[in-house]
Each structure stands twice: as structure tokens, then as C-alpha cells.
């Protein structure tokens, strides 16, 4: 397992692989390896990607002449650092093979060194201990205040396995009932009416429940963004369908009634989409490949304008609500970024807004928990379209998930990945 985890973490520390494809590509042809064996190799080399920043920072004070040891030799250390602050004795962790005495001594001291770091400026602790971008510490700081801490805390944990409930197959109860029968544990989320958090660690995509259609993975936080939707069985637009998680929610919640057109720029992903809708029984979508922007989108969605009753826009964004799933997204980010992801949001509104017909609603939401990229483009595009206002979100999910009439949900404080999302009503006339 640690010759494992060190091949996936050297791919991405030292290759700029992504972490879930240098995990896929070290796991696939260890075949040897058993089911329990494999996520421990996964949950290790996340955890070092996790806490990164925090791990060096330890490291540069702990072990003298880190910087000169090998490659190879200092990724197993920063493997067995991250161990420790995941919880594990250091006097396990040693035994590790490979580590060297002076290696080892490191690690005993490593629990007195991590409280310390409590002792930093506010502002450095957040960004080592949190392990973020110095610019991205800057924003949840000023974003966030005393929360930003308890948030990043959050991220840093290991995220929960939530299903969704395919319910044109099956209710929440029958499909935990069949999840027991395969022998996984199961409970219901405390948040989505849809939602299954599967305990026993395993690879959902082997179980008959699965290959059955009867449940998707989906984060609870992105289940309640789309219960925002609350799709009528007519004409609905999911804009940034991807492979479509949230479309195959709303074709659920549609009875498989109407017309779904799911609308994404690429067509490999829409693909994927097509796949996934055969499993699940899905029959109303409308799969459809749109061009990037510019003259030949709007003529792509002419015979749509002002057709559809809901228009979801689930736009790309920085994906900082998602730093527990993809931990290395943080490493990627840079400001330069952050405002190409905020300038296309803005564009893309505009651009499906267009679909909205008099009394429908558009629903903007992101996996986004900065300002920027979720309460600024609403307001901004409200300050140009009288014609649109903000619904309520409350009217959709519990108020304990709103702030501002707008969802905003948090894993330190409602256990999902951070997201948001809003209600624009169009006015009749």
C-alpha cells in the first residue's frame, strides 16, 4: 500500500498529474490488491494532496536537510506527516518501510509542532494550516472572518459517499433496503429527501444497485441545488449539463415527463450523459451540443428562446466548495483564473436567461463559496434585467440552508461540499 500511495502522490507532486487520474492510473493494473487495500492507498496519498502546504511547513523544522534527501524519500515522509495528523500514533507510522532513524525522530515530534502552528497570525495559520494559495487565504479570510478556520477544517476532512436515489426506480427506503442486501451500510442524509450516505467504503459502480440505475453518486449539497429547480413536467433547460448529475435528478422529478434538453460545449461528456441516462430509465432528455458563445450559440438555442418554464445554470466555476473531493483544485487556482471563471459566469447568465419564457425562473447556481462567482453575478445581472427578481430560496429547502434568500450551504456547518445557488423569478409580462 505505501509503494502504492507514493507512486500516485510522486505523479501528482512531481509529474502535475491530477490526483484522481495519478490514483486511476497507479491502482488500475494493481489487481493484487483488495478492496480495503485500494482505499487506503486513495484516502493516503488524498491526505498528503489535503494538508500539502502544512506538511512542508512542518517538515522544513522538523527534519534538518529535508530539502537535500531524495525525491522519493521525501514524498514517503510527507506521506507518513500526513498520516500522523489524520490521527494515526507516529510510533505506527515509523515502522513504515523505507523511513530512515532521523526520519522517524521527525515524525515522534510532529503532534507538538502541529499545535503549535495554532500559535501562527491569523493569516499564516489559515493559509499553512489550511493549506491554501496565499490569495485564496486572503479571500476566505475577508469572505469568511472567524468562520474561515472551522471552513477550511471542514474541507480538509475526508468527504462522505452520498447516493441519490434514482427515483423513477425506486424510493429511498427500497434502495437502502437493497443496499443492506449487498451488505453496505446505509443512512439517510439529514438534508436532501434524496440522499443516501453509504458508510461502508466501497466502489458503488460494482453493485447491482448500481448497474441497475437505482442511484447515482451526488454530493447532498448538489441534490439540494437542484431541488431549487422544482422542474414542471413541460420545458426545462439544464444549460451546463456536463454528464449530467443534475439532469438526471430533474428528469426524475419530472416523471421522465416533458422535455429536458440538457445543453453542454462538450460533446465527450454529453456522451457519458447518454450512457447514464440508459441505466437510469431516463427517457425526456434532450441531449444537445452547444457552440462556445458568440453569434453560433444563440442561433443553436433560437428555437429555445424564451420557451423554456426553467432554465438551470449550474455554471463552471472555482470549485473552492469542492476542496474536500478534489483537494488539489486549490493547488491549480490562481487569481488570473478566478476572474476568467467570474467573466464567463456573467456571460453565461446572459446568454440563458435568454430561454426563460415570461413567469418562468432561472436558477444560477456554483460549487463555489466566494462572493465573486454567486451573490455579485446575481446582483449585477438583476441590475440589468429588471424583468428578472430574487425568489426566495427558502421556499424550496429549509431556511437553516438560506442566507439572504439565497441557498448557501457549508460543510462545517450542514456536512455538504459549499454551494450555492439562486431563484430569479421573470415577471409575466
Given amino acids: 500500500m505505501t509503494q502504492a500511495a507514493l507512486e500516485a502522490y510522486g505523479l501528482f507532486r512531481r509529474e502535475r498529474w491530477l490526483a484522481d487520474r495519478a490514483l486511476e492510473h497507479t491502482l488500475r493494473p494493481k489487481r493484487n490488491l483488495y478492496a480495503n487495500e485500494r482505499r487506503a492507498v486513495s484516502e493516503r496519498a488524498y491526505a498528503a494532496v489535503r494538508r500539502q502546504r502544512a506538511i512542508d511547513h512542518l517538515l522544513a523544522g522538523l527534519r534538518p536537510g529535508f530539502d ?69 487565504a486572503r479571500l476566505f479570510r475577508a469572505e469568511l472572518g472567524a468562520e474561515a478556520e472551522a471552513v477550511m477544517a471542514a474541507m480538509n476532512a475526508r468527504a462522505p459517499l452520498c447516493a441519490r ?41 460494482s453493485l447491482k444497485a448500481f448497474k441497475e440505475g437505482l442511484f447515482e453518486l451526488q454530493d447532498e449539497g448538489s441534490q439540494l441545488l437542484g431541488l431549487l429547480v422544482d422542474p414542471p413536467p413541460t420545458r426545462v433547460v439544464d444549460a451546463c449539463a456536463g454528464a449530467g448529475g443534475k439532469a438526471l435528478q430533474l428528469s426524475a422529478e419530472m416523471k421522465n415527463r416533458g422535455d429536458l ?66 483537494p488539489d ?67 424550496r429547502v429549509p431556511p437553516q440552508l438560506t442566507r439572504g434568500g439565497y441557498l448557501r450551504l457549508w460543510p462545517h456547518l450542514h456536512g455538504t461540499d459549499g454551494f450555492f445557488g439562486a431563484i430569479l423569478g421573470r415577471a409575466k409580462t
Avoid at 515509523?94 to 515524525?107: H, K
Avoid at 449487498?182 to 440522499?195: K, Q, Y
Wanted: charged residues 35%; positive net charge.
Fill in 261 to 326: 434538453f440538457a445543453l453542454d460545449v462538450d460533446a465527450r461528456r454529453l456522451e457519458e450523459l447518454k450512457r447514464r441516462a440508459r441505466r437510469d430509465g431516463v427517457h425526456n432528455v434532450r441531449i444537445r451540443q452547444v457552440p462556445a458563445g458568440g453569434e453560433a450559440a444563440l442561433a443553436a438555442l433560437e428555437d429555445l428562446r424564451e420557451k423554456a418554464d426553467r432554465v438551470l445554470v449550474d455554471a463552471p466555476c472555482s470549485g473552492t466548495g469542492t476542496f474536500r473531493r478534489k
Fill in 329 to 395: 483544485a486549490r493547488y491549480r487556482l490562481s487569481p488570473d483564473e478566478l476572474k476568467m471563471h467570474v467573466e464567463r459566469q456573467r456571460a453565461l447568465v446572459e446568454q440563458f436567461s435568454a430561454l426563460v419564457k415570461p413567469g418562468g425562473r432561472l436558477i444560477y447556481g456554483t460549487c463555489s463559496i466566494l462572493r465573486q462567482e454567486n451573490e455579485d453575478v446575481v446582483e449585477g445581472f438583476l441590475s440589468r434585467h429588471p424583468e428578472f427578481k430574487l425568489l426566495p430560496a427558502e421556499a
Fill in 68 to 136: 537535500a534527501l531524495p525525491a522519493t524519500r521525501q514524498d514517503l515522509l510527507r506521506l507518513c506527516v500526513a498520516r500522523v495528523l489524520e490521527g494515526e500514533p507516529p510510533g505506527t507510522v515509523r515502522r513504515t518501510p523505507g523511513l530512515e532513524e532521523a526520519d522517524a525522530r521527525a515524525l515522534d515530534r510532529v503532534p507538538e509542532a502541529a499545535a503549535a502552528l495554532e500559535r501562527l497570525p491569523k493569516d499564516q495559520r489559515l493559509a499553512i494550516l489550511g493549506s491554501l494559495p496565499d490569495f485564496l
Fill in 165 to 205: 436515489t434514482n427515483t423513477l426506480k425506486a424510493t429511498r427506503e427500497e434502495l437502502m433496503r437493497r443496499l443492506r442486501g449487498e451488505g453496505v451500510e446505509c443512512r439517510p442524509t439529514a438534508l436532501s429527501p434524496l440522499g443516501i450516505i453509504l458508510d461502508t467504503r466501497l466502489n458503488a459502480f
